[in-house]
Nanobody, 115 residues
Framework: QVQLVESGGGLVQAGGSLRLSCAVS????????MAWFRQAPGKEREFVAA????????YSGDSVLGRFTISRDNAKNMVYLQMNSLKPEDTAVYYC????????WGQGTQVTVSS
């Protein structure tokens, strides 16, 4: 009964920034590597960024490298994604989940970047 609730999406112009949040409840959180994914209309869900359970190691997909930063606060059961220098191609629904073990997907949060 793990529940994932994403928030923080919205409309932003190219070059702008947003910070997404993911609240995790109903299960063990701190011992799992977590990740952000995104899915644009007509495209497959793709990996965005991941963070180790300790928070000491992070990984990003090539398309967002240097622009997005993932972080976590285990005491608050939260995962964050700071998105800077946003591009129109970043437009998608963003989801959080375990990096390797996947729970039921949440509703995601819509990010729309205008040119």
């Amino acid at each position: 009964q793990v529940q994932l609730v994403e928030s923080g999406g919205g409309l932003v112009q190219a070059g702008g920034s947003l910070r997404l949040s993911c609240a995790v409840s109903g299960g063990i959180f701190s011992r799992y590597s977590m990740a952000w994914f995104r899915q644009a209309p007509g495209k497959e869900r793709e990996f965005v960024a991941a963070i180790s359970w300790r928070g000491g190691a992070t990984y990003s997909g090539d398309s967002v490298l240097g622009r997005f930063t993932i972080s976590r606060d285990n005491a608050k059961n939260m995962v964050y994604l700071q998105m800077n220098s946003l591009k129109p191609e970043d437009t998608a629904v963003y989801y959080c989940n375990g990096r390797y073990q996947r729970w039921t997907w949440g509703q995601g949060t819509q990010v729309t970047v205008s040119s």
